[in-house]
T-cell receptor, first 116, second 110 residues
Framework: DAMVIQNPRYQVTQFGKPVTLSCSQT?????MYWYQQKSSQAPKLLFH???????NEADTPDNFQSRRPNTSFCFLDIRSPGLGDAAMYLC???????????????FGPGTRLTVL | QKEVEQDPGPLSVPEGAIVSLNCTYS??????FMWYRQYSRKGPELLMY????GNKEDGRFTAQVDKSSKYISLFIRDSQPSDSATYLC??????????FGTGTKLQVIP
């Protein structure tokens, strides 16, 4: 089945120790997104890639970086995790949005990050 | 004021009840309206989407949009314990950016 896969599902890191989260997709979608979701909060868009074109949200901290080496993979790097970065990180993909169809995003299962 | 407001719940109902979940919004540019279901420790999955005002039905689920009141609803008929999850409304406006509500946690008690 076509899907969005995230690894690892659970990640524990220490305060200030860099961490990388991974996302892969078999949907062949052009657009990939990274969201941060804290408990009882809405998913917050961090950035997205339209093919290789990187789009950062204005309020995404510099501590968060991303790489997309090819269509299938996308990585989220947190350079110096703080306690406030503990959250669920969701990867999503979609076709290129147009005025002809809505922007359905397909989500992976998420990576739950704990910062000690 | 948030662009999308959603009561976080939790909402507890007995099995078989009709559930009503709601969101209000303030941005007139929103064009598409979606409902996602999110089980605990899982990613959201799309349940329904609508474009125009009115009702859209899919099995036990009905999505309703009232653009004049900036109000959307999701109704679940004959609710089942397997419906227990967090339900997120989501809206798409300019530049195809998706804005999510905070989610309503639903528990259906057998």
């Amino acid at each position: 089945d076509a899907m969005v896969i995230q690894n690892p599902r659970y990640q524990v890191t220490q305060f200030g120790k860099p961490v990388t989260l991974s996302c892969s997709q078999t949907l062949n979608h052009n657009v990939m997104y990274w969201y941060q979701q804290k408990s009882s909060q809405a998913p917050k868009l961090l950035f997205h890639y339209y093919d290789k074109d990187f789009n950062n949200e204005a309020d995404t901290p510099d501590n968060f970086q991303s790489r997309r080496p090819n269509t299938s993979f996308c990585f989220l790097d947190i350079r110096s995790p703080g306690l406030g970065d503990a959250a669920m990180y969701l990867c999503a993909t979609s076709r290129v949005p147009t005025s002809a169809h809505y922007n359905e995003q397909f989500f992976g299962p998420g990576t739950r990050l704990t910062v000690l | 004021q948030k662009e999308v407001e959603q009561d976080p719940g939790p909402l507890s109902v007995p099995e078989g009840a009709i559930v009503s979940l709601n969101c209000t919004y303030s941005n007139s540019a929103f064009q598409y309206f979606m409902w996602y279901r999110q089980y605990s420790r899982k990613g959201p999955e799309l349940l329904m989407y609508t474009y125009s005002s009115g009702n859209k039905e899919d099995g036990r689920f009905t999505a309703q949009v009232d653009k004049s009141s900036k109000y959307i609803s999701l109704f679940i008929r004959d609710s089942q314990p397997s419906d227990s999850a967090t339900y997120l409304c989501a809206m798409v406006g300019g530049y195809q950016k998706v804005t999510f509500g905070t989610g309503t946690k639903l528990q259906v008690i057998p």
